[in-house]
């Protein structure tokens, strides 16, 4: 049986009935400025009583937001921060959704401009992590005009934008923010904003700022004023093959640029123009097209790369060969490859000892032998990823009762198979990884009660915790009692309202017993794959 929810600690109650009392502050505030607007003095107009309400509305702010950051340990003002930006962005939401009904009282529209003006509550300069990238834009436009007084961030995600002026006029207040350390800018990002982050940001370390084509070298030169950057993600900017040469040897602890399909040029051109040879401490590729001697020169300028996520599409067979030299691989991403005529059974063989993380995308030539080759090379995988990979029709025998030298997938913890897989496939995976907490399937696998009866038999999934499959068409309620009855730390059992076997009566019930045992278990959570 799944176990019951957890009492919360005193400090959760205690955020959250905080967040309820901002929530009645609100809606106070709301009834009395709607009632001075619409109330003018005998002498003024109804443009002077909004101009009074909007006055009332300001101060009641100020003072909360004085009230609440002398009350609340400055250790709790982050918790609360965030607490209270997730309900207000629901409730943003929902009083956008009550204004567009055509019955929509008069006062909604004012409950709306309220919402929006307690977004200032947030600004204090003990605020560290702000993320714009969820919020409604209409909260957004406001906190742009005030990002000057919130001096002590250290991340913040603007989001990505289409260049409307108030978004790019908050670009200026970043030299104000001296101590981030993480910013994220993504879309309309210019060469000026860069300007300003080098002569500012000298903490940061990590910057996104993707897609903004308007970055080029003559910006990315001013990021060599900031040496602690360790991630710098250039996708989709128009950085030249000699701007990223030139951030990659003068910034000396720059990591991971993020998906790069220059990468290979890069490494042709410090081959060329360097007399001496270079060791970046690069730790992450990301890239696609690159030859065998792109790859070759690469692993001589970047011995110390642990992560590979690697589009292969290539005919000749050995581009995977260089990697085998990476003697501090860990994590495996591959795309557009066959299994076996690509030699991606032989890199598993070299390097699958230290490996804790495969992601195979759309590769070719999978079977049963593919499958035992993984299990007994990767013992220390944490994460096994199939999405839209071939796997061969004729598997033969599930394999379920092979004894392995080791024990397969001891440490394994996240499987995600998004491909048309056999029964024989499913029960091989599940019943091997004996520490799986989370798991999700496509709606091409071939699920039904029979395998998940097998895999329960064999005494598997005693440790899972999500369980997501998608689009079932066979499994039934049958299945879902039985994983209820047999996984005693599962809390999210995902995507039943597409299992063609479960009624919606039957759902409704199952979802009726979990509220009245007071079950942790999740059945309302999407589908997400994170691979």
Known sequence: MPCQKKVGTLLELSLDGVVGFIEACTEAVTQKSYWISTHPPVSGNLDYAEKRSGEFID?????????????????????????????????????????????????????????????????????????LSAMPKVLRDALYKQLDYLAGLEFLNLGSGNGESSRQNSFMSLKRLTNLTCLTLVSDCQNETLAIIGQNCSKLKSLDICSS???????????????????????QTSQSVAGYAQLLQ??????????????????????????VAAVLPITHLHSRDMSYEQLQLFVKFCPQTEHVNLYVDEDLGHLLTPLAKLDYLRELKLLACNFYSDRVDRLVRDKGQHLTLLHLEHVDELDMAALRLIAECCPNLTKLVFFSCDFVENFGPALTNQVFQVPPFRKLESLICVSESAPNVIEFLLIHAENLKSVQFGSTAWFNDQIVS??????????????????????????????????????????????????????????????????DLDTFITWSVTG
Not at 93 to 109: D, G, Q, W
């Open 59 to 131: 101060k009641a702010v100020e003072w909360l937001r004085t009230y609440l950051f002398t009350s609340v340990p400055w250790y709790h003002y982050q918790g609360l921060v965030d607490l209270f930006i997730t309900w207000l962005t629901k409730a943003v939401h929902l009083s956008k959704a009550i204004f567009r009904r055509s019955n929509s009282p008069p006062e909604s529209v004012h409950h709306a401009h309220v919402l929006v003006r307690f977004i200032h509550l947030v600004i204090h300069p003990r605020v560290k992590n702000l993320d």
């Open 454 to 519: 097998n895999v329960l038999t064999r005494n598997a999934l005693k440790n899972i915790e999500e369980i997501r499959i998608l689009r079932s068409y066979e499994l039934t309620m049958t299945a879902v009692q039985a994983l209820i009855l047999a996984c005693p730390r599962l809390k999210v059992l995902a995507e039943m309202d597409g299992w063609e076997g479960i009624s919606e009566a039957e759902l409704n019930r199952l979802r009726e017993d979990i509220k009245r045992n007071n079950w």
């Open 250 to 275: 003068g910034l000396p602890k720059l990591k991971n640029i993020g998906r790069c399909d220059a990468f290979g040029q890069v490494m042709e051109y410090l081959a060329k123009y360097r007399s």
């Open 213 to 235: 084509g308007g970055i080029t070298e003559q910006g990315t030169t001013w990021l060599l004023l900031c040496q602690n950057l360790e991630y710098l993600n250039l996708f």
